[in-house]
């Protein structure tokens, strides 16, 4: 599959996520293997201490995993998360978030993708999580574990 049907794959499932659409996230690279999602700071997200919630963090780098698997899945399947361990490294606050999905391996029923989250500040780039997850094939139309 060219890149370009990847990248329209990959946005036209991404534009169904209505979660992505509330915090404001919107898709970035799509590559076989790997996807970045971008989020921009606002209040709406933002914890007690005035950081980007955990939550608003996790979320994004979990649709970057899911989607970077879902690049090397054939057409008539779909993705969704079985599991995943986040370490969050430091508080999030940045202008702008980064989540970077990439998969480590792509099986028959099950991939294992590493995510990264960065907090951006003008040319400042900290990493702010990294994650591990585990995302299911499951059938395109149905739903249904493969």
């Known amino acids: 599959m060219s890149e370009d049907l990847l990248f329209q794959r990959i946005a036209a499932s991404f534009g ?8 404001g996230a919107t898709l970035g690279r799509v590559a076989p293997g790997s996807v970045t999602i971008r989020m921009p700071f606002s209040p709406a997200i933002s914890q007690q201490h005035g950081f980007a919630h955990a939550g608003s963090i996790a979320t994004i780098v979990d649709s970057a995993c899911g989607y970077a698997a879902l690049t090397l899945m054939p057409e008539d399947k779909a993705v969704l998360t079985s599991e995943f361990k986040i370490n969050l490294l430091a508080p999030a606050l940045g202008t702008h978030f980064e989540a970077i999905g990439t ?4 099986g028959r029923r099950v ?3 590493q995510g990264e989250a960065w907090a951006i500040q003008g040319e400042s780039r900290k990493q702010v999580a990294v994650m591990l997850a585990t995302m299911m094939v499951i059938d395109g139309e149905t739903g249904l574990k493969s």
């Open 103 to 106: 998969v480590l391996r792509a």
């Open 111 to 113: 991939h294992v993708v």
């Open 16 to 23: 169904k996520q209505g979660l992505m659409a509330t915090l």
